[in-house]
């Protein structure tokens, strides 16, 4: 299946945090793909197709919001769509996107979204209605309690400790301080994260990302657009997604085929993302990973499942400094989804945040020599997996044999 | 009269109602609750008892042609003491647990009730995977997923 090498071109986010007084929610979707195609160094005209990220709307409370948002994101007169796959959103909408470039059918394609999470004070109870009336609704599930069930078990298979855990939390945080963009930031201890309220089993509240509101937005383009416009492009080489039944019981136990605890949806889609990418070897090829890890709990399955390391033995790894970022690989240099959490975009972010490590603009948080970077997002009941690879070269790669 | 920027905010809420079909697959697992048994559909071609009840087997890609009964009794799979008040929701604290039951392959959500929480580590502890439970009926049941709950057997 011969296709067009695709690059990211252009990045833009807002500055996260709990409310934007001084905006409207359009206005902050306009705000980030001002900034990404300004980066980008194209005007609206040179724009073919817009993809719209955004997952639920009840959180900013405008009903299937794409639409008031199509002429601030100047997508009137052009292909619209909206992609909405949970908390993976932002990992979808780019892949909707990359594979409007791919196909040849666009060549200039704006990915942009906004989500205001405080919006409403209702946010987990919009998260127990995304479960049937039937069978689960009415048993408490949401976001908190869904993946605090699948950490109890992981803890479980692995021995992993809340100490653990915790300390995702304070390298988390301390990471942030780099990001000007990140809502929550600064040094904390371990006791801080443990002494934190708790919440649901394992979880306290510090284990817990914020309700973020903000944008971001990216800019692809085929080949020679992106020759035009971008000394240093970031190249799509891989994409793909990986979804599971909604039902979290069908993956567990001895019949299951899947492991809930494990997030192996993300293993199936990280490989056959690096299948795409030329990666033989992740620990060794890849220095940075975005993760979407909402929860303390997210990052040593996501880090087992991308191939970092065996099942179980990334707590281990993570006590000894081997996910900081001057460790074997850097996991979430951005501060993540931990720091911030802005649903609809959060996995958009994530390709930013990677995107801009591979285009050598990261800021702060600049790693040296990263020629790869892998972002994922997880949304629905750990549900839909969307992993992205991101390189500084495309010669040999970017292309599906 | 000047309002700062931070207070001005336009209040609305969502007020929807809803009728959900209940179809013949649920129908048919509701009405089964009605006697206290919980029924499973199954799939000769996988040989998987599901729970939720499916009226297709995703695995073996055959209509799901028969039904088994669950035991009431079996294990937990993964399990949370829930602590914290969330909007619309229980007030806490409270215990679920996916449970997978006797003769079903598939493991289902509900509360875990009779249990002393105020130790949540301690709590959390006992309800480890592979820990044994069993269901408890309502006197009356109505037809409804919440007839029954699970204790620690």
């Keep these: 299946m011969a296709k067009n090498t695709v690059a990211v071109i252009g990045t833009g986010q807002t500055k996260f945090k709990t409310h934007y007084a001084d905006k409207t929610y359009v206005e902050l979707a306009q705000d980030a793909a001002k900034l990404a195609m300004d980066d980008a160094g194209v005007t609206p005209d040179e724009l073919d197709a817009i993809v719209f990220s955004m997952a639920p709307t009840q959180f900013m409370g405008v009903n299937d919001c794409d639409r008031w948002a199509t002429s601030h994101v100047w997508g009137t007169g052009k292909p619209f769509m909206r992609i909405h796959a949970g908390g993976a959103t932002g990992g979808s909408a780019l892949q909707a996107a990359y594979v409007h470039v791919a196909s040849g059918v666009h060549r200039t394609v704006l990915v942009v979204g906004a989500d205001r999470v405080a919006e409403t004070p209702d946010a987990q109870h919009v998260l127990n209605l995304i479960w049937d009336r039937f069978y689960e609704h009415d048993f408490a599930l949401n976001t908190v309690t869904m993946t605090a069930l699948a950490a109890q078990r992981y803890m479980s298979r692995y021995g992993t400790t809340e100490e653990q855990f915790a300390q995702v939390v304070v390298r988390a945080r301390k990471n942030a301080m780099g990001n000007p963009y990140a809502h929550l930031k600064g040094e904390i201890t371990v006791d801080d994260v443990m002494n934190s309220p708790r919440v649901a089993y394992p979880y306290k509240r510090f284990d817990i990302c914020p309700r973020s509101s903000g944008a971001a937005a990216v800019v692809l383009s085929n080949l020679d657009v992106a020759k035009e416009k971008c000394a240093r492009p970031a190249f799509v080489n891989g994409v793909s997604a990986i979804t599971h039944s909604v039902f979290m019981g069908d993956r567990m136990g001895v019949f299951s085929e899947t492991e809930f605890s494990d997030h192996d949806g993300e293993h199936i889609a990280a490989y056959e993302a690096y299948r795409q990418a030329g990666i033989t070897d992740p620990t060794s090829q890849i220095q940075v990973a975005e993760l979407y890890d909402p929860f303390s709990t997210f990052q040593f399955p996501s880090i087992e499942s991308l191939g970092f390391c065996g099942r179980g033995r990334a707590a281990a790894i993570s006590d000894e400094g081997g996910w900081d970022l001057d460790g074997q690989v850097a996991i979430g240099p951005s501060g993540g989804t931990l720091c911030t959490n802005p649903i609809g975009v959060t996995g958009l972010v994530r390709v930013v945040d990677a995107a801009n490590q591979v285009m050598g603009k990261a800021g702060q948080n600049q790693l040296p020599n990263v020629h790869n970077a892998v972002a994922t997002a997880v949304g629905g009941s750990t549900q839909f997996f969307a992993v992205t690879m991101l390189g500084d070269d495309h010669a040999t790669r970017g292309r599906v044999q | ?153």
């Excluded at chain 2, 905010?9 to 206290?36: C, M, P």
């Excluded at chain 2, 000769?44 to 939720?52: E, F, V």
């Design chain 2, 1 to 153: 009269m000047s309002t700062a920027i931070d207070d001005n905010v336009i209040h609305g809420e969502w007020h929807v109602r809803y009728n959900y079909s209940v179809g013949k697959v649920a129908g048919q697992f509701f009405d089964g609750l009605k006697q206290k048994r919980i029924l499973a559909s199954h799939c000769a071609a996988s040989g998987i008892a599901y729970l939720p009840p499916r009226a297709y087997c995703e695995r073996a890609f055959e209509p799901c042609d028969g039904w088994v009964e669950a035991g009431h009794q079996g294990v937990i799979e993964a399990a949370t003491i829930v602590t914290a008040q969330f909007e619309h929701l229980p007030p806490p604290p409270y215990a679920i647990a996916y449970v997978r039951l006797d003769n079903v392959s598939t493991a289902l959500v509900n509360f875990v009730r009779g249990m002393e929480l105020s130790d949540v580590p301690a709590a959390a502890a006992r309800l480890k995977p592979g820990t044994k439970v069993k269901v408890v009926f309502k006197d009356t049941p109505e037809g409804r997923i919440t007839d029954f709950h699970y204790e620690l057997a």
